[in-house]
């Protein structure tokens, strides 16, 4: 089973947003939008890397309490009542569906970490989704990265 670390970015929150996924230290996925949130990001994250385990699977890592609870404790719950809350509209509606899916599809396990307390993995994450936010890509930046996360 492939371990994974995710981490999103926004800054300022809202504003240009970026997200990666590390296996085994390495970036595998990187991704950025103009116009962001902290919250999309994580959950672009999670989504990315979920695509990325497949049927293999994976245990990821998120220090996103947020989107572990709405795979793990509210989604559900969601769903059957036609992607409603008792609080209001869901928020980014679609990539909670989208990240729903996946989570159902693959058999992915969800484990939360506290960030920015030094876990070399989270802070790895955090460090590539921060340049990712800031336009680089793996693509072009595949080296550099490579030597920064090692």
Same mark, same amino acid.
């Given at each position: 089973? &492939?371990?994974?670390?995710? +981490?999103?970015?926004?800054?300022?929150?809202?504003?240009?947003?970026?997200?990666?996924?590390?296996?085994?230290?390495?970036?595998?996925?990187?991704?950025?939008?103009?116009?962001?949130? /902290? $919250?999309?990001?994580?959950?672009?994250?999670?989504?990315?890397?979920?695509?990325?385990?497949?049927? @293999?699977?994976?245990? $990821?890592?998120?220090?996103?309490?947020?989107?572990?609870?709405?795979?793990?404790?509210?989604?559900?719950?969601?769903?059957? /009542?036609?992607?409603?809350?008792?609080?209001? @509209? $869901? &928020? /980014?509606?679609?990539?909670?569906? @989208?990240?729903?899916?996946?989570?159902? &599809?693959?058999?992915?396990?969800?484990?939360?970490?506290?960030?920015?307390?030094?876990? @070399?993995?989270?802070?790895?994450? +955090?460090?590539?989704? /921060?340049?990712?936010?800031?336009?680089?890509?793996?693509?072009?930046?595949? +080296? $550099?990265?490579?030597?920064?996360?090692?």
């Amino acid at each position: 089973m &492939k371990r994974l670390w995710t +981490d999103g970015s926004a800054s300022p929150n809202p504003g240009p947003g970026g997200y990666a996924v590390l296996e085994n230290g390495e970036p595998v996925r990187v991704g950025r939008e103009k116009e962001s949130t /902290n $919250i999309r990001m994580e959950g672009a994250a999670l989504i990315a890397a979920m695509e990325f385990s497949g049927e @293999e699977g994976a245990e $990821i890592t998120t220090d996103s309490q947020f989107w572990v609870n709405v795979l793990t404790k509210w989604a559900e719950s969601w769903e059957r /009542n036609g992607w409603k809350k008792k609080g209001g @509209e $869901i &928020k /980014n509606l679609e990539m909670v569906r @989208e990240a729903w899916k996946l989570y159902r &599809k693959y058999p992915v396990k969800l484990i939360w970490t506290r960030g920015h307390v030094g876990t @070399e993995m989270n802070e790895k994450a +955090d460090e590539l989704a /921060n340049r990712a936010r800031e336009g680089f890509s793996l693509a072009e930046e595949s +080296d $550099i990265l490579k030597k920064m996360l090692k």
